[in-house]
């Protein structure tokens, strides 16, 4: 199990995320349109999977439109944003926010959040997904990963680019 903080208060999350080198998981994710969202519907891409708990607090909302914004220069890459929110929820943001670079997913339906190691499993957001990035190249092999530090604070965009080269 890994650790992350909310307010300054260590959180454990249910594993690891995949390292770097490995295969990661297969995932069965919901879309926003309610169709899955697998390995297989981003084939040939690379992946970039930016994980957190809800769209709906600030942060999170802000590395969704921020990874939306860098989308726009990732070539052969599809951004997904994954959180437990219903995907209802995910299409009534990514439309008011005019996000349409990057795609949302659910784990409504799935065990994503513990096949990668990232549902915070206790603190005041256990059961949902701890803030955290991890980019696959085409074959699904890990090129980066990262479980921030503190819940509250964005991603490092700028390794999660460099690691698609």
Do not use: W
Not at 21 to 48: F, I
Not at 49 to 64: E, K, M, Q, R
Not at 127 to 136: K, P
């Amino acid at each position: 199990m890994a650790t992350t903080a909310f307010k300054g208060n260590p959180v454990n999350t249910s594993g690891e995320l995949p390292a770097q080198g490995s295969k990661a998981p297969a995932y069965h994710l919901t879309g926003s349109d309610l169709s899955e969202v697998t390995p297989e519907t981003s084939q040939g891409k690379r992946v970039v999977l930016n994980i957190f708990p809800s769209v709906d607090t600030g942060v999170c909302a802000a590395s969704v439109r921020k990874f939306n914004e860098l989308a726009t220069g990732l070539d052969n890459t599809a951004v997904i944003n994954v959180s437990a929110d219903l995907p209802f929820a995910q299409a009534r943001f990514c439309g008011a926010e005019g996000i349409e670079n990057a795609s949302a997913a659910s784990t409504f339906r799935d065990d994503f959040g513990q096949q990668f190691g990232v549902t915070m499993t206790d603190g005041p957001l256990r059961g949902l997904l701890a803030r955290s990035v991890v980019v696959l190249d085409t074959d699904g092999t890990v090129l980066h990963s990262q479980l921030v530090p503190e819940i509250g604070q964005e991603p490092d965009y700028d390794a999660a680019v460099a690691a698609l080269g």
